[in-house]
Each structure stands twice: as structure tokens, then as C-alpha cells.
């Protein structure tokens, strides 16, 4: 209807999928049968672009940062020991222990400036989409989350992990035939699940409202005209409110992420369940 | 109507994707993404990072103890003054004590030696009282004989022999020896 409605050599560009699967342009070659379908391997689009400018934009950062540093902290490296010590202090010390927080803590800063640096490309202009909003960097992310907190229990109490995970103690044994298909598919289920789906849903629908918002506005400014142009004001505000709002959720989505899988770890390390 | 868009996207892309199904790449790009940077973070970032917190540690620390050590010096320094303090009072007090005992000897020993030479003048007078007195009565004894001699003589009227007069003053000396002998 909206497109029909267009009459002007401009037609309302409406958000869609397709913006997160843009056209292969590298490395179409090899490919690999993939769901019904020649998929490419190594196949890089737009999406992954902005992905590795992201990765090289935080070595660039944490390398540079951290290269000459000094006891009495400069401008710049202060705010590089700000971010990591966030990390450090705020989350993983914090939860863990200084102990068990050192060996985890590589892990949980990669994620939380992976997470960081692939959300807040979806308000960077040119770039306008964030990494983390195709299901891949998410699900990646949220495996290694996973594998993390299972090594975490497995090495902490060989062989009664799994027993204190799914047959919690304390409680009367017929309780564990509800208990217990319970604890498997909260604990082994949807742990992955919901930290997959929550950052890639909360990217993708930020981007598709910025699209929606932006592209409504142009088309009221420049193909309805007249009266319309009113709504563009209003679905320009909306846009810019929304970007900052975009912000605000990709360092919350960092940081929910970081801490869960924190947290994961802390409940595996724990001595009862 | 609401799909419309979707399916009209769908022209313009390859084939319609489902957003939850990840394509080879996509999966493959993001881990090489985060292998590469936990390498970054975890042999570079965090160790140079954790360097430098121990440094500082070390910095504050050392700070610290160098503070300390300072103290402690100082604190072994009054320590030397009072007990070097406390010697010389000792020293003074001791010194004081003997210049006493010095003094009262050497007061001792004069008034020793002023009594002695006061025994020894006062036994030479004596002496030579004595010895002076001894000259007078024996030259008192021969004046006054002859002396008594002559006037008995002039009394008398007549010489005397020597024998004669001789036994008389003789016998009158004696008497009056022994007068002042009983007064």
C-alpha cells in the first residue's frame, strides 16, 4: 500500500531482512552446501566488513593503549585502564574472585568489546548497521559463553558437575522428576538460546526502527511533501531519540552478556547448586 | 499487507533468508573474529595491563616500606641520642660525685695536717716554754742565792764560808721548791 502510494519517482524504502544479508562481494569461491543452498565459505558482505573494522578498530585501541604504559596514567590510557578495569573490577572480580576471575578474564573482556564495538556500529554513520545484529558473532559468543561455564563446573568438581547441575541437592527425590528436565533445559537449553536471541533481537529490531524511521522520514520530506512533512519532523525525532536510545542498548547488551556468562561461571564454580 | 515489504525485499536479495539460520560465513567470520581477539586481549591487552597493576602495586608498596624504613631509622637515631643522653648524665653525675669525694678528702687531709701542725707548733711552745722557764728558775735560782747571799751577808754583818753559805741556799731553794710545789 505504502509503495503503491508513492507516486513520486521515490517510493518509502520499508526496513527488510535482506539489509542483513547483503550480496556477497569477496570470496564467493569456495562454497558449501548449506541448508539446501551453494553457500559461500568465506564469503564477505557488508556486514562482515564492518565486523572486521570493528575487531581492527579495538586491537588499534587496546594495542595503542596499552603499549607505553606508565604508573601516573596519561589522558588516553587512563581511559583505556577505565574500560578493562570496568571488566576487571565491575564484573568479573567482582563475581568470581580475583582467584577464578583471572583465568576467565580474558574470555569475558573479549566478549563484552566484542560485543561492544559490533553493537555500537549500528549508529556509526556510513556504517549503520551492527555486526552483532546477524545471528553469528551472538551465537559464536554465546557458544564460547557455554563451553566457558561447562569447563568452569567439569574442572572445579570432575564428575558431580552434571549431578549438582541437574539433581540439585536438598531436595526430596521425587521431586527430581520435575526438577530435573527443568534444570536441564534452563541450565543446557536456554542459557545459549536466550543469550543468542536477546543481543541479536535487540540489535535487529534497533536497526530496523532506525531504518523505518529515517526512511519514513525521507519519504515524507522529500516524495509525499506538503503536510506530510509535518510527519517527517516527527519521525526525525523519533530517529534521533531512538539512535541515542541504540547507545544506551549496546552497552547495555555488552554488559548483560559479559555479566551472564560471568555469572554462569560463578554458578558452575559454586560448590552446591 | 504487512509482508508486502519483506517479499518485496526478498526480490532484491538472493533468496529469502530466515534471520535465525547463520550462513557458513557469517559463523566462520565471527569466530575468527573472537579467536583473534582473545589472542589480542589475552596475550597482549591483559598481560601488559596486569604488568602495570603490579608495578604499581610494587610503586605503593615500596612507597610504603621506604616510609617506614624512614621512620624506623629515625626512631633508632633518638633512641642513640637518648642513651648517649642518658651516658653523659651518667658521666656528669659520676664526675660530680668524684670532684666530691676528691674535695672532701682533700679537706680531710688539710685538716689533718693543720691539726698535726697545729699539735706540733703548739708542743714546740710548749717546749720551748718549758725550756725558757727551766733557764729562768736555774738563772733565777743562781741570782736569787747569790742575791739572798748578799743581803744575809749585809744582814748579817759577816762573811759566810762557801761551804756554809752554799748548804743554806741550798736548803732554802729547796724550801721553796717545795712551797710552790704545795701551792
Known amino acids: 500500500m505504502l509503495a503503491s502510494a508513492a507516486n513520486e519517482p521515490e517510493p518509502f524504502h520499508p526496513p527488510s531482512i535482506a539489509e542483513f544479508f547483503p550480496q556477497v562481494f569477496l570470496f564467493m569461491e569456495p562454497t558449501v552446501a548449506w541448508l539446501g543452498s551453494e553457500e559461500p565459505i568465506f564469503g564477505i558482505n557488508r556486514i562482515m566488513l564492518i565486523r572486521i573494522l570493528a575487531a581492527l578498530a579495538i586491537i588499534l585501541i587496546f594495542v595503542l593503549g596499552t603499549r607505553k604504559m606508565k604508573l601516573v596514567p596519561t589522558r588516553g590510557q587512563s581511559i583505556v585502564e577505565l574500560g578493562l578495569g570496568f571488566v576487571r573490577d565491575g564484573i568479573v572480580y567482582d563475581l568470581l574472585g580475583e582467584k577464578d576471575g583471572r583465568r576467565f578474564l580474558p574470555i569475558i573482556t573479549t566478549i563484552f568489546f566484542m560485543v561492544l564495538a559490533m553493537n555500537i556500529t549500528g549508529i556509526i554513520p556510513f556504517l549503520n548497521i551492527a555486526g552483532t545484529s546477524v545471528i553469528g558473532v551472538p551465537l559464536v559468543l554465546a557458544i564460547v559463553s557455554y563451553i566457558a561455564f561447562i569447563y568452569a563446573g567439569v574442572k572445579k568438581h570432575p564428575g558431580a558437575f552434571f549431578k549438582n547441575s541437574l539433581f540439585p541437592s536438598g531436595v526430596p527425590w521425587p521431586l527430581y522428576i520435575i526438577v530435573t528436565p527443568i534444570e536441564f533445559v534452563s541450565t543446557f537449553v536456554l542459557r545459549p538460546v536466550t543469550l543468542t536471541l536477546r543481543l541479536m533481537m535487540n540489535l535487529f529490531v534497533g536497526h530496523l526502527l532506525l531504518v523505518l524511521f529515517f526512511a519514513a522520514t525521507h519519504f515524507f520530506f522529500f516524495s509525499a511533501g506538503g503536510l506530510f512533512t509535518l510527519f517527517g519532523v516527527g519521525t526525525l525525532a523519533f530517529g534521533f531519540a531512538f539512535t541515542v536510545f541504540e547507545i544506551l542498548v549496546a552497552v547495555l547488551q555488552a554488559y548483560v552478556f559479559a555479566i551472564l556468562t560471568t555469572v554462569y561461571i560463578q554458578l558452575a564454580l559454586a560448590e552446591e547448586h | 499487507m504487512l509482508t508486502t515489504p519483506l517479499f518485496l525485499a526478498e526480490e532484491a536479495g538472493e533468496t529469502a533468508q530466515n534471520p535465525l539460520l547463520p550462513a557458513p560465513y557469517d559463523i566462520i567470520w565471527s569466530s575468527v573474529i573472537f579467536v583473534v581477539l582473545l ?27 621506604k616510609a617506614e624504613e624512614a621512620q624506623a631509622e629515625a626512631a633508632a637515631a633518638l633512641e642513640s641520642y637518648n642513651t648517649q643522653l642518658a651516658e653523659a648524665r651518667a658521666e656528669a653525675a659520676r664526675i660530680k660525685d668524684q670532684a666530691r669525694a676528691d674535695a672532701a678528702r682533700i679537706e680531710a687531709d688539710l685538716k689533718a695536717r693543720a691539726n698535726e701542725e697545729a699539735e706540733r707548733i703548739t708542743a714546740q711552745a710548749h717546749q720551748r716554754i718549758e725550756a725558757e722557764r727551766q733557764a729562768a728558775f736555774s738563772s733565777l735560782k743562781t741570782e ?5 747571799l748578799d743581803l744575809s751577808e749585809k744582814v748579817v754583818g759577816e762573811s759566810m764560808d762557801d761551804a756554809r753559805s752554799a748548804a743554806i741556799v741550798e736548803r732554802f731553794l729547796a724550801d721553796l721548791e717545795r712551797e710552790g710545789a704545795n701551792r
Open chain 2, 39 to 65: 589472542l589480542v586481549f589475552w596475550k597482549v591487552v591483559l598481560p601488559r595491563v596486569q604488568a602495570l597493576l603490579d608495578e604499581r602495586a610494587a610503586a605503593i608498596e615500596g612507597g610504603i616500606k
Open chain 2, 144 to 148: 736569787v742565792g747569790s742575791l739572798a
